[in-house]
């Protein structure tokens, strides 16, 4: 019975995981749309939807097998769902990161984006492909050359396309800083990541680096190391790694067995590379 509860809660997981292929093939802009204006270039967004979609008979071949198995084996069912679950949650951030990469208000760095998210999907592939190590040989050739691909794909973005490079207004990053979710706090965090990277934001007038540290008292340990991560980018690209801000009374765990107060300092210089060396070392 328990290898039969497994082996449908395995099938379930495939099937999230085709309607989250599916919601990202959805995102692209149809080829019309790109074609029929010469003042855009296209999209990063179709290429790598089109990738995407390269799971679509991978996954349904696995939902095929899974339902055609007479004996689910209760061994590889822990395995096989736990790749899968690793799957879904690249594929929410692929989601994710797509949504971002979309329309007229894109992000400049959305072929920057698409390629982490690719590489992600890549990863997580391998890790499928070795929980299904029961599967025919061309479905795991299959998930190999897939695989391939994800991991070298590579995306222009627009900004890059044109050269430009204009600078990112950080006020819609703290606002997403504050109120997204979890599982989105990620997203944002890679993105903020990458366009520091670009040089496309810095941090002025003290918003975004307060915002931070403020979700950094709340989030759950994934991001919170992304966060330190973002904090250290920004300090080795402020002048003399120094910032100022407004740093009000905080209190917050880094770790659990650890707690970090930082009093209040009214536009103080910092150095923030310590401050982040100080995170580091109590992680």
Request: glycine residues 6%; contains cysteine.
């Amino acid at each position: 019975m328990q290898a039969t509860a497994d082996a449908r809660a395995t099938a379930e997981l495939l099937s999230g995981l085709l309607d989250s292929v599916d919601e990202i093939a959805s995102l692209a802009p149809p080829p019309e749309a790109e074609s029929s204006s010469s003042h855009h270039r296209p999209s990063p967004l179709s290429p790598f939807a089109a990738l995407v979609s390269r799971l679509n008979p991978i996954l349904s071949a696995l939902l095929l097998l899974q339902q055609e198995q007479q004996q689910p084996e209760p061994a590889d069912s822990p395995g096989k769902m736990t790749a899968l679950a690793s799957l879904g949650v690249a594929l929410r951030r692929a989601r994710s990161l797509a949504a971002r990469s979309a329309g007229a208000s894109a992000t400049p760095v959305a072929g920057r984006l698409l390629e982490g998210a690719a590489r992600a999907l890549g990863s997580g592939l391998g890790v499928l492909a070795g929980a299904w190590a029961d599967a025919p040989v061309e479905i795991r050739a299959e998930m190999e050359v897939v695989q391939g691909k994800m991991m070298n794909a590579r995306f222009d973005s627009p900004a890059q396309s044109k050269g430009g490079s204009a600078r990112v207004d950080v006020e819609d990053l703290v606002a997403d800083i504050k109120n997204v979710d979890e599982d989105e706090l990620w997203v944002v965090m890679f993105e903020i990541e990458v366009l520091i990277g670009e040089g496309l934001v810095v941090e002025e007038g003290g918003r975004l680096i307060p915002a931070l540290l403020n979700r950094l008292a709340t989030t759950k340990s994934e991001n919170r190391l992304k966060m330190i991560i973002v904090l250290r980018s920004l300090a080795s690209y402020c002048n003399e790694n120094k910032v100022e801000f407004n740093l009000n009374f905080m209190l917050f765990s880094i770790c659990p067995q650890h707690v970090c107060v930082f009093a209040s300092m009214s536009y103080n210089y910092i150095n923030l590379s310590s401050l982040t060396e100080s995170i580091l070392l109590q992680c």
